[in-house]
């Protein structure tokens, strides 16, 4: 399980609950995620949402660049695949998903690498993704194969084991 921690903004005496996905180009967010306070759980150091979340639904805001996490009947995995120096990264889902996609940008421009990352929304409990990514990766694997968990597992590098399964 994978925590995010969560912003929260209050009015008339309620909480509501958001966080903001990528760092495009000046720190502008690719979109923003308004969370329902049934998925939100509190520790020390805040509130946050573990991902995968079970049971839930991502509807369109009414301002463009905003979404809604709401209870439902999918399951919403959170992948992120870091760039190397100067590089970028991309990645592909094999199952049957809608993506909210956001990117990083290691510098404010992003001439120091683009990073990409999902939210995946899917009825499946496992997805596999195939990634790759480029630049300077320092011994870091340049393209690989991801299976993610509904419980939150995640393995990596069973390319081979995945082409003989196919």
Request: with cysteine; net charge negative; glycine share 12%.
């Amino acid at each position: 399980m994978r925590k995010i921690y969560v912003d929260v903004k209050e009015s008339d005496g309620k909480r509501f609950f958001f966080v903001d996905f990528g760092s495009e180009a000046h720190g502008r967010r690719s979109f923003r995620l308004w969370i329902s306070s049934s998925f939100v759980k509190e520790d020390k150091e805040g509130y946050f949402v573990e991902f995968p979340v079970k049971g839930c639904e991502i509807f369109s805001g009414k301002n463009e660049g905003t979404y809604i996490l709401k209870k439902g009947d999918y399951n919403l995995f959170n992948f992120f695949v870091p760039s190397g120096y100067r590089g970028g990264s991309n990645f592909m889902v094999k199952e049957s998903t809608r993506l909210y996609c956001f990117d990083i940008y290691e510098s404010p421009q992003g001439s120091l690498g683009v990073s990409a990352g999902a939210l995946i929304l899917t009825p499946e409990t496992r997805l596999t993704v195939k990634w790759e990514r480029s630049g300077r990766l320092y011994g870091d694997p340049p393209e690989g194969t991801t299976l993610l968990y509904l419980d939150g597992r995640e393995e990596e590098g069973i390319e081979e084991d995945i082409k003989e399964l196919e």
